[in-house]
């Protein structure tokens, strides 16, 4: 983590101490001690300059001098559009009863899309779809038996959600990264094809707060204006914790919703921003 005591704060920003570099959009930030202590945010812009890191949403209790921060620890995962590289997968079919050999079929310059479901009180998931080279399939040796990680996922609860600046309660949050997979042709190659690659990208998703009086929520009329709006969630404990940041999103639709008898508005939406709609931290 990076630490220190902020020498200012506004509602929507806080300026670190004059030796702070390296801020990303995307860290997070915990006020340790002294006015504010106990809030957490994501850092929405960085001035490196004037060391004033603004942040999303605004703080409950505006810090000053007298606050400690902590800047956690993290990963960051962004889109990008340029350089983009390919996976290779293998994959074994052990026989059965066990066998001394197994067959291996291998997947090379393989590209995909990932779509993501959380929902509350539940585990979060991710969906891969894709394609690549497919290589004829081989009898090889069994591979040694795998190494699994220890980290365990956490359940999405004991978490913050914000839109539009409002701290806001739903059922699920749908993620999908929208990448268009397509692959080349090679007639050099044993089944025609060159590797895969990502051609274009629209970032989409769902959320599904309950149903709010217009004057609090008017997702029709920020639809019809073309409003962007911005969300974030978090949840977990750091060391394990996962943060989503989506600078500007737009409403594509409003839809009724019904769960368990609660009448809730689901809302879909689409994400602006060629490699800046999506921020992924771990920390």
């Known amino acids: 983590d990076l630490t220190g005591t902020a020498t200012a704060g506004t509602a929507s920003s806080i300026t670190l101490a004059g030796g702070a570099t390296g801020i990303n959009i995307g860290d997070i930030i915990t006020l340790t001690g002294g006015t504010g202590v106990g809030q957490t945010r994501v850092i929405t812009a960085w001035d490196n300059g004037t060391k004033i890191a603004t942040i999303y949403s605004n703080w409950a209790v505006t810090p000053n001098g007298t606050t400690t921060y902590a800047v956690k620890a993290s990963a960051i995962y962004t889109p990008i559009s340029a350089s ?4 290779t997968i293998y994959d074994y079919l052990h026989a059965t ?6 067959k291996l079929r291998k997947i090379l310059g393989w590209a995909g899309n990932a779509s993501f479901t959380l929902p509350v009180s539940g585990v979060g998931q991710i969906a891969f779809t894709g394609q690549g080279k497919f290589v004829t399939p081989t009898d090889v040796s069994p591979p040694a038996a ?3 990680q220890s980290q365990r996922p956490v359940a999405f609860v004991g978490a913050d959600v914000w839109l539009n600046n409002v701290a806001t309660k739903l ?11 397509q692959i080349a042709p090679d007639p050099a190659d044993t089944f025609g094809v060159a590797v895969a690659g990502i051609t274009r990208r629209r970032t989409t998703g769902r959320i599904n707060p309950p149903v709010a009086l217009t004057s609090v929520r008017d997702v029709v009329v920020d639809f019809l204006a ?17 943060s989503v940041y ?4 737009g409403y594509t639709g409003s839809e009724d919703e019904d769960l368990s008898g609660f009448a809730m508005e689901g809302i ?6 060629e490699n800046s709609g999506l921020y992924l931290t771990v920390y």
């Open 226 to 242: 073309g409003t962007q709006r911005k969300l974030w969630w978090r949840y977990g404990i750091p060391g394990g914790a996962v």
């Open 146 to 148: 795998p190494t699994y």
């Open 246 to 249: 989506l600078p500007t999103i």
């Open 268 to 273: 879909p939406f689409a994400a602006q921003g």
């Open 84 to 87: 983009l590289v390919t996976d």
């Open 171 to 181: 059922g699920t949050i749908t993620l999908d990264m929208g990448n268009s997979v």
């Open 97 to 102: 009863p066990a066998a001394v050999n197994s």
